[in-house]
């Protein structure tokens, strides 16, 4: 597995909190993405980073921020979390070159209560 | 909106058949990637294909494009028990940038020993 951590694992939250996913590579790699995975839907980008401090929003980006402070981590945040944020969240790490494989983390469940 | 669909939505061949799965997407495609998902995992990147390509071949994964008709099919040749999963595929849109991929909504493949 390429070297990428995701931090929880899973997570139950209330309905109204805020939520911070982490995202570790060890990879150095330049472009940084979270995705979000339900059924029926597969999955769908939320927030990319494209360096350090360069973010931009995906197709599902409504109640979601990011923010990337070090080339290593990438931080998603729910505000305010709402049950339909409940799913299961994956990071990606793509280093551009000649075939632009994306890498995967294990993913975070969250549960939105 | 979501690009990528596969079908069929579902699979199952006993052991030692060939699988077959087919992808549509949208949009202009710089390349057209599939990925595997063993249950509760995050996705591992299997082959990959570019615009100008017709057909690649991986072990036992052979993969087609036909960019006049926007789709791709997966074949994994001699399926064994371990290749039980879930196939995404997911498109590279040449418009986009920042290597961001659209995935379909998956095939769900069960091979019975």
């Known amino acids: 597995d390429a070297g990428i951590t995701q931090s929880p694992r899973h997570k139950v939250t209330e309905t109204g909190t805020p939520v911070t996913l982490r995202c570790h590579q060890t990879e150095n790699h330049r472009y940084m993405y979270w995705y979000r995975q339900d059924p029926g839907h597969g999955l769908r980008l939320i927030h990319y980073s494209y360096g350090v401090k360069d973010t931009d929003k995906g197709e599902v980006s409504d109640g979601y921020s990011v923010s990337r402070s070090k080339t290593e981590d990438f931080l998603l945040t729910l505000e305010s979390a709402t049950s339909s944020q409940t799913s299961v969240y994956f990071c990606a790490i793509v280093e551009p070159g000649k075939d632009t494989e994306a890498f995967f983390g294990q993913g975070t469940r969250l549960t939105v209560v | 909106s979501q690009q990528g669909e596969e079908d069929p939505q579902a699979l199952s061949i006993q052991e030692g058949e060939n699988a077959t799965m087919n992808c549509s997407y949208k949009t202009s495609i710089n390349n057209l990637q599939w990925y595997r998902q063993n249950s509760g995992r995050g996705l591992v990147h299997l082959i990959l294909?570019?615009?100008?390509?017709r057909e690649k071949h991986s072990g036992r994964l052979r993969v087609t494009l036909d960019t006049s008709k926007k789709s791709s099919s997966l074949l994994i040749t001699a399926s064994r028990a371990a290749d039980t999963a879930s196939y995404f595929c997911a498109s590279e849109d040449s418009g986009a940038g920042s290597y961001q991929l659209t995935f379909g909504k998956g095939t769900k493949l069960s091979v019975i020993p």
């Open positions: 294909i570019r615009s100008n390509e």
